[in-house]
């Protein structure tokens, strides 16, 4: 159940005695204790003092003796006295309480001469957990959300008085209805409540768990009661109690740690940290500054930066590589570049970035997995550089000087905050140290953002969640400043344009610059002059004013109490411009909790869970074809899938891996611009999911916290957000009142620096007229042989598997490393290893020995690719193929034997298959002739001419002689068939078991028996033998003939081979298994070839393709042709026609033609004929 409140104020013009009626009407009189009376006289003290700091809040009248009015305040405040105490007030701070539950405060007594306005901002009281407040009112909800909310609760928010002996009297119920609900839930309900009012500390965990309870029965209660309509009263008693323990759940207040924790990682931080850290510092005085850094990773950026430009500059080369001419001499005329080719270049440029640096990326997290990724520092990078890029000694020496000035610059930042801050307020802290940090698959997700990705954000996301869950306090990223103060906001207010000070990003980021330099007293970056001249003097202005009210009075804390185990964040205000308008959101850059907060937990996991997923979703990838998923998973195929026909795995969308899904924006995030996964993984987004879970899991408790209409917001209602703002009404346009706002916030206006250079649209116009004048440098880099450290390899690998690794192969180092050394390729050893990888490692259930091992297998597939293996001067050809384009495939043969002498060709026949194939056909027709002569007997007269019809015209179509008419005629006998259903299926078996023909071992044997058509006699009709034999064997032996008499002309019947596939290879009990079974599918060709090679070394061309031309070649007939490229592909394939075809070169009539046959001609002359080879 979700109960809201509207706020009860008093306002400054109200009189003394419309105060007063408004206090008795609301007055519960209290007998007041001894602490009371101690409690009120310091109230009177701090009334009197106050009038030395007088403001402009009337609450009381302030005419006449300022004791008289003093008396008739202590009078209402005696009347109105509940429970109060006090806290130590803030000066010159202007603290707003955060969300829905900010309270009234009594106000200061002013007199009659007012001061400044700014100075009256100096005093607030600080909100307290404890101190009573006339409470906000909320509308009424159910607990599902189906009461009428509108109701609004017109009594003002009681403490809890709940017991176990008026909880019947709350409820209102009478015998027959309680005892319509199960006695078990009544005294769950008052034990819980008994319970709760025995905690000495009410204020616990417990103590909120003991809420929950309370809530949730109640909430069951409900349900069971709203079936009848009698019990509106009862439903309505109900949901005030409920309200009841909520008001009370978000009452348990805790003051967060005094600590400020930023977090740098990848280098030194930035020298601007000290103008925030001031900033904090006039903000949070008593807070200490806590500076977060990697000291394994001080030259992470600087590597990262190495590794980008080296993918920068590969896109750049595939980018060129990918033009065409008419693109290229646009680019070098620096000719317009109209949209069309500007998008292309955009889309190219994008992909080929996206290629390389993944290329990159995952060579470095290889190399990260082997070296040991969770001890992954500066000493891998450095070995990175020289194992794989070939630094030279003097390239890593200016490396190591680059970390080892990160640390000096960490150092002198450290000084310079000590004497800003005091040296008790300055830590510095190693990310390594947080609890957190030492579970594995956390470390390994941090390792992963900073050496996979190069995300700085999405690892500062998971530290920031660790650290808060530890120490407590605020995170805040290094350039965000606190809120301003109310004085600020005036004068910013005062000299703003159309609100051009408060909400444009340009102006608020040079007066956010401008208001650090004053704070710090340090030199300030420089935005100003991107202001235009107006805009310039209007901040002059806002400055002069700044600088009167005092560096005390620039900033303001936010409330630092928070509701036990829950967290605050910030929510940003960004005006985009008038299309886009106002981006809203929660943002992560400051959080507030305390130390061990519940919610953390939650947001913790939910990252590991996202992380989780990506996990799968990559593994599901890697082990199963996307293809053969789009088929048993799709819809069509659903037959099959039932059937059981096929092994049916856990399907997965193609949502969940296809475009725009979290996991393809995953490796593109800080790549291609404007494409973020980090938001819903780690970031904002992912935390206010989390936070709308935890509240979800207190149940009826929880969703005070909530508001499910605020989407935007992941359903989290207002009081989980610092900088809420209320938007002004009745003036043009949309704008907020940062003034008055409902809770004070930060000032998140991040510098436009070349740390978001990820986010923005290269120009690619700026590099390419450069490109593609200059040779581009060869920025691949080798596979290198790394080899590997079990110790280091498996640091962090449970226990278990190290155990079974020791055990099953114990000396897995040794042979890796001697393998990878080896100078010669041991392929069984090679087989042996990466099986036992596979076993051992990849099949694991961990994801760190998963990986660890798929980087393993890589690197073996690296090292299998760098030996380049002698396969021969071979070219070989399956006779089936050449009898398909004999024409082609000659040019293929003869020209190949012409571009090398050393060349020699192999020509693989099949007799025994292709007698076999005769067999199989000989069979189906004698065996349909028979089956249908039967069928013939049993049915009608006219089925009966519709079979003989059907007979005669499939033999036909079998044989290959159909004609087109024919054919029809088929089709339309089919149809006369099938009017009988009976008859239909006979014809469809009878087809079926013919084709399903299994030749009998001791005929496949007996093949090779067969010399010639008479050894077939008896086997079906003469002509049948003859057109089958022809078309299988003899035709076959005719091409064959052929190519060795052409062989024998050009004197190259000794570079030909002919092979038999039957005796060859007949060690391939595959291919014995083929034939049979009867295999006749086309795959069974794909078969032989692999058997071809693993027997033989060589090339097996899959068409018929010639001998590439020479470059001297192609010159010469560009000549002739002016470069005119289809006339020189033209005259190329006429000249291969013209050496090794059959057919005689022909021209027709064309103008065309005939200057194609000039040039022909000319380039013929020109030839050495004697020495093609040579071309």
């Not at 977090?263 to 930035?270: D, I, K, Q, R, S």
């Not at 949309?734 to 706002?741: G, P, R, S, V």
């Not at 000549?1119 to 005119?1124: E, P, V």
């Not at 013209?1138 to 070169?1145: A, I, L, M, N, S």
């Amino acid at each position: 159940m979700r109960v809201e409140t509207v706020r009860q104020e008093y306002h400054k013009n109200d009189n003394i005695e419309q105060h007063t009626k408004k206090t008795r009407s609301k007055r519960r009189i209290k007998t007041a204790s001894m602490d009371s009376v101690i409690e009120i006289g310091k109230r009177i003290q701090a009334e009197i003092s106050s009038t030395l700091q007088p403001n402009n809040y009337k609450i009381a009248s302030t005419k006449g003796n300022w004791k008289s009015s003093l008396m008739i305040r202590a009078g209402l405040l005696f009347s109105n006295y509940q429970s109060m105490s006090t806290e130590k007030t803030r000066e010159y701070k202007a603290v707003i309480s955060h969300g829905g539950f900010s309270s009234f405060h009594l106000q200061h007594h002013t007199l009659n001469n007012e001061k400044d306005a700014a100075m009256n901002d100096k005093f607030k009281y600080m909100k307290n957990e404890n101190r009573i407040h006339l409470k906000k009112m909320r509308k009424r909800r159910s607990v599902d959300d189906v009461i009428d909310d509108k109701q609004l609760n017109k009594k003002t928010m009681s403490i809890y008085d709940i017991t176990s002996d008026n909880i019947d009297k709350k409820i209102g119920w009478n015998i027959e209805k309680k005892n319509k609900i199960s006695p078990e839930l009544i005294d769950k309900l008052k034990s819980n409540i008994d319970k709760y009012q025995e905690l000495s500390d009410k204020n616990s965990r417990e103590g909120i768990y003991l809420l929950k309870t309370q809530s949730n029965v109640l909430s069951q209660i409900y349900k069971n009661l709203q079936v009848n309509e009698d019990n509106k009263l009862l439903l309505s008693n109900i949901k005030s109690i409920i309200n009841q323990i909520q008001n009370e759940y978000v009452s348990h207040k805790v003051s967060i740690e005094k600590n400020i924790h930023v977090v740098w990682v990848a280098g030194a931080p930035p020298d601007s940290i000290t103008k925030y850290a001031t900033a904090y510092k006039l903000a949070y005085p008593d807070f200490i500054f806590n500076l977060w850094i990697d000291i394994k990773a001080m030259g992470a950026y600087i590597f990262n930066k190495i590794l980008r430009e080296i993918a920068f500059e590969n896109a750049k080369h595939d980018l060129v590589a990918s033009l065409n001419k008419e693109e290229l001499n646009i680019i070098k005329n620096n000719a317009p570049i109209g949209k069309e080719l500007q998008d292309k270049l955009a889309r190219s440029f994008e992909y080929n970035l996206l290629k390389s640096q993944i290329k990159i990326q995952d060579s470095v997290m290889n190399y990260a997995y082997i070296r040991g990724v969770l001890n992954f520092s500066d000493g891998e990078r450095i070995g990175f550089l020289k194992d794989i890029l070939n630094y030279d000694e003097k390239k890593i020496e200016s490396f190591q000087a680059e970390i080892n000035k990160n640390r000096e610059r960490t150092d002198l930042i450290k000084e310079k905050l000590i004497s800003i801050l005091g040296e008790d307020k300055v830590v510095i802290h190693d990310v390594s140290t947080l609890s957190d940090m030492k579970i594995v698959h956390r470390k390994q997700h941090y390792q992963q953002e900073l050496i996979l990705r190069w995300n700085y954000a999405s690892a500062t996301d998971q530290l920031r969640m660790y650290i808060l869950k530890e120490h407590g306090g605020i995170y805040t990223d290094y350039d965000v400043t606190p809120g301003y103060t109310k004085a600020v906001y005036n004068i910013l207010e005062e000299n703003s344009n159309n609100f051009d000070f408060l909400e444009k990003e340009e102006c608020r980021r040079a007066f956010n610059d401008e208001i650090l330099s004053i704070a710090s007293n340090e030199e300030s970056s420089g935005y100003k002059n991107k202001l235009s001249n107006d805009e310039k003097t209007r901040l002059d202005k806002i400055i002069h004013e700044i600088k009167k009210i005092g560096t005390d009075n620039l900033f303001s804390p936010i409330d630092t109490t928070v509701i036990r185990d829950s967290m605050l964040m910030s929510k940003r205000y960004q005006w985009w411009g008038e299309d886009k308008g106002w981006n809203i959101r929660g943002n992560n850059n400051f959080l507030a909790t305390h130390k061990g907060s519940k919610v953390t937990e939650f947001v913790i996991s939910g990252q590991d869970n996202a992380y989780r997923q990506l996990f799968d979703i990559r593994e599901k990838l890697r082990t199963e074809s996307i293809n053969v998923q789009h088929h048993y998973y799709a819809g069509d195929n659903i037959e099959e899938i039932n059937s059981g026909s096929i092994e049916k795995n856990t399907p997965l969308d193609h949502k969940e891996y296809g475009i725009g899904s979290l996991f393809s924006k995953y490796r593109m995030d800080g790549i291609i611009p404007r494409v973020y996964s980090t938001l819903h993984i780690t970031g904002p987004d992912a935390i206010m999911k989390s936070m709308r879970d935890y509240y979800n899991s207190l149940g009826a408790l929880g969703q005070c916290r909530l508001d499910p209409s605020n989407k935007h917001f992941k359903g989290l209602s207002q009081d989980s957000f610092i900088g809420n703002l209320k938007r002004i009404n009745g003036i043009e346009g949309e704008h907020y009142d940062w003034k008055n706002q409902e809770s004070f916030g930060i000032n998140d206006i991040t510098p436009d620096d070349v740390s978001s250079w990820t986010a923005k649209i290269i120009d690619i116009k700026s590099f390419l007229y450069d490109i593609v004048y200059r040779d581009q440098p060869n920025s691949s880099f080798p596979p290198p042989v790394i080899e590997i450290d079990v110790k280091r390899l498996t640091i962090g690998w449970p226990s278990e598997v190290k155990g079974k690794l020791r055990s099953l192969w114990p000396n897995f180092e040794d042979e890796y490393n001697r393998l990878l050394n080896g100078n010669f390729i041991n392929l069984n050893s090679l087989s042996n290893i990466d099986k036992k990888i596979h076993q051992y490692l990849i099949l694991s259930e961990n994801k760190l020995v998963k990986w660890s091992g798929i980087s393993l297998a890589e690197k073996l597939n690296d090292y299998l690719n760098k030996f380049t293996i002698p396969i021969g001067n071979k070219v070989h050809y399956l006779l089936s193929e050449i009898s398909e384009q004999h024409d082609e495939y000659k040019k293929s043969m003869f020209s190949v034997l012409a571009s090398d002498p050393d060349a020699k060709l192999v020509i693989w026949r099949n007799d025994k298959y292709n007698k076999y194939l005769v067999i199989k056909e000989l069979s189906i027709l004698q065996g349909r002739k028979s089956k249908i002569e039967e069928l013939m007997k049993e049915c009608s007269p006219q089925q009966h001419d519709n079979l003989k019809i059907y007979h005669r015209l499939k033999r036909k179509e079998q044989l290959g002689m159909i004609t087109p008419e024919e054919q029809l005629s088929l089709i339309d006998t089919i149809t006369l068939i099938s009017e009988d259903q009976g008859l239909k299926q006979r014809i469809i078996d009878i087809e079926n078991t013919l084709h399903s023909f299994y030749i009998e071992k001791k005929l496949v044997s007996n093949l090779d028996k067969i010399q010639n058509i008479k050894s077939l006699k008896g086997a079906g009709r003469y002509r049948d033998i003859e057109y089958l034999w022809n078309r299988y064997v003899g035709k076959e032996q005719e091409i064959l003939n052929d190519i060795m008499n052409n062989a024998q002309s050009r004197n190259l019947q000794d570079k030909i081979e002919i092979k038999d596939v039957s005796n060859e290879l007949s060690h391939s009990t595959l291919i014995n298994k083929l034939v049979y079974d009867g295999y006749g599918f086309d795959d069974f060709k794909q078969v032989m070839k692999y058997n071809i090679l693993y027997r033989e070394p060589g090339l097996l061309l899959q068409k018929a393709v010639v001998a590439v031309p020479s470059g001297e070649l192609v010159d010469i007939i560009n000549k002739h042709t002016s470069n005119n490229d289809e006339e020189t592909s033209a005259i190329l394939n006429k000249l291969y026609q013209h050496f090794f075809g059959d057919k005689t070169v022909d021209f027709d009539s064309s103008i065309e033609e005939q200057r194609v046959k000039i040039n022909f001609e000319l380039v013929l002359s020109e030839l050495d004929i004697d020495n093609l080879g040579k071309y």
